[in-house]
């Protein structure tokens, strides 16, 4: 399945609703892939996906430094779903409250982190089998 992230299925969304971790990539400067387990929520109304992480963070350095294309994996048995689109790091108060409040809905509520950010990712392209 390829489809348009604004037009998914009631079966995808709601898996991308059920407490799955995921993997995202990032690329780091030379190319190379860096792939790491998170937790991500996805917001159809607007394709945007998003994961909570350390501002220090490789992944987060990799987006800043202009390695903006990433994809998230969540697998379920038969079941996967990857999501790609261009990513952005934010850091302000609104958008971090936003996504910690999306990944405490999906999963638990985060530890406390002073030094958190989001990379949102506008989904464009959605492979999967779910």
């Known amino acids: 399945m390829a489809a348009d992230p604004r037009t998914l299925g009631p079966g ?5 609703t059920e407490r799955h971790l995921a993997t995202l990539t ?7 892939p860096h792939v790491v387990p998170v937790g991500v929520t996805f917001d159809p ?4 996906a998003r994961v909570i992480t350390s501002g ?3 992944k987060a350095r990799h ?3 202009g390695q903006a294309r990433v994809a998230v994996c969540q697998v379920d048995g038969r079941r996967w779903l990857t999501l790609e689109g261009t990513a952005v ?4 108060t609104a958008s971090v409250a ?3 409040e999306r990944y405490a ?3 638990k509520q985060p530890r406390e982190n002073p030094a958190r950010v989001v990379i949102e990712i506008a989904v464009d392209r959605v492979l999967g089998n779910a």
Not at 12 to 16: A, Q
Not at 89 to 92: A, E, L, M, S, Y
């Open 12 to 16: 995808t969304l709601t898996f991308l």
């Open 105 to 107: 809905r999906r999963y």
């Open 26 to 32: 990032t690329l780091r400067a030379d190319g190379t």
């Open 89 to 92: 790091v934010k850091d302000d």
């Open 98 to 100: 936003d996504a910690v």
């Open 56 to 58: 220090t963070s490789a």
């Open 45 to 48: 109304d607007t394709a945007t």
């Open 63 to 65: 987006v800043r430094d």
